[in-house]
């Protein structure tokens, strides 16, 4: 059964950071893109990020490009999202999802981890 | 960025009855070079993430029930559910995979009348 399980998630002040993990299972792993998307309040869902299997290639969308930072270790089945410069409008449920090729559709996601931004 | 809308907001409809919901994009999401349109459906029920149910504008994912399909082509898109469950009671999203950014619609609540 293919999971993914992110963690990472908390209460930040804005301009702080924070690293979200996302571990999988059940696929291998090195075979696929992966994408973090994020649901917010003000946005709805919303792609953030992502990064080719042997991690050669990453996207973002603009508004967190120079501020946040996809990787993967293909040896550690996961993938991680280093999140810098934090704003509140960054506050969203981050959910870790398979992807389907470079831009593809997302199945599945995980079950997300919470991002509060707020002093 | 391609902006996608759906209509409408919310739907209550009876068990049994037909659901319908659309989602038009601002730039065709239909690619002409394999005739496919890059146009997905997902399903969110409460405190769950989403889940895909069509892929390709109609294809039906492995396990969805065939009570749901997807049609239209280009610009305009139609999310049906033939009868109505209970289960079914849930936010539905479309999304475009046909450029990067890959944007959603705002989501349809979809409750029982």
């Known amino acids: 059964e293919v999971q993914l399980v992110e963690s990472g998630g908390g209460l930040v002040q804005p301009g702080g950071s924070l690293r979200l993990s996302c571990a999988a299972s059940?696929?291998?792993?090195?075979?696929?893109?992966m994408s973090w998307v994020r649901q917010g309040p003000a946005k709805g869902l919303e792609w953030v990020a992502n990064i080719k299997g042997d991690g050669s290639e990453q996207d973002y969308v603009d508004s967190v490009k120079g501020r946040f930072t996809i990787s993967r270790d293909n040896a550690r089945n996961s993938v991680y999202l280093q999140m810098n410069s934090l704003r509140s409008e960054d506050t969203a449920v981050y959910y870790c999802?398979?992807?389907?090729?470079?831009?593809?559709?997302?199945?599945?996601w995980g079950q997300g981890t919470l991002v509060t931004v707020s002093s | 960025d391609i902006v996608m809308t759906q209509s409408p907001d919310s739907l209550a409809v009876s068990l049994g009855e037909r659901a319908t919901i659309n989602c038009k994009s601002s730039?065709?999401?239909?690619?002409?070079?394999?005739?496919?349109?890059?146009l997905a459906w997902y399903q969110q029920k409460p405190g769950q993430p989403p889940k895909l149910l069509i892929y390709?504008?109609?294809a039906r994912e492995s396990g969805v029930p065939d009570r749901f399909s997807g049609s239209g082509s280009g610009t305009d898109f139609t999310l049906t559910i033939s009868s109505l469950q209970a289960e079914d009671v849930a936010v539905y999203y479309c999304q475009q995979y046909y450029t990067s950014p890959r944007t959603f619609g705002q989501g349809t609540k979809l409750e029982i009348k």
């Open positions: 999802a398979r992807d389907k090729g470079q831009l593809g559709r997302f199945d599945p």
């Open positions: 059940g696929f291998t792993f090195s075979d696929y893109w």
């Open positions: 730039h065709s999401v239909l690619y002409s070079s394999n005739n496919e349109n890059y």
């Open positions: 390709w504008a109609s």
